[in-house]
């Protein structure tokens, strides 16, 4: 099992940025492919990015590229998203997920078994 806990979230101005943090126990991700999704009011759970085991590989959300980086420290055992520019558009509830997904589904919420509770982004204009 692993369980995951993200961090970082908060209420910012638009034009600024936030780094959310999403660390993992109860086993080593080091092997998973990881993923940001988040969830706006009345919408359903989307994909935002998301990056290979190894890291060499990432992937974004058309809204968020040249905006938002993941990464990942398996030493550490944590991904981040470091999330700059923010627009009001970007509200919402951030959740990580990990699991052996394949790349070619790495956008699907439901491929993911193991989410954290979330953190709230708020960007006001």
């Known amino acids: 099992q692993v369980q995951l806990v993200e961090s970082g979230g908060g209420l910012v101005q638009a034009g600024n940025s936030l780094r959310l943090s999403c660390a993992a126990s109860?086993?080593?991700?080091?092997?998973?492919?990881m993923g940001w999704f988040r969830q706006a009011p009345g919408k359903e759970r989307g994909f935002v990015a998301g990056i290979s085991w190894s890291g060499a590989y990432t992937y974004y959300a058309d809204s968020v590229k040249g905006r938002f980086t993941i990464s990942r420290d398996n030493a550490e055992n944590t991904v981040y998203l470091q999330m700059n520019n923010l627009k009001p558009e970007d509200t919402a509830v951030y959740y990580c997920?990990?699991?052996?997904?394949?790349?070619?589904?790495?956008?699907?919420?439901?491929?993911?078994?193991?989410w954290g509770q979330g953190t709230q982004v708020t960007v006001s204009s």
């Open positions: 109860g086993r080593t991700i080091s092997s998973y492919v």
């Open positions: 997920a990990a699991d052996s997904v394949t790349i070619a589904r790495i956008h699907i919420p439901d491929d993911y078994d193991y």
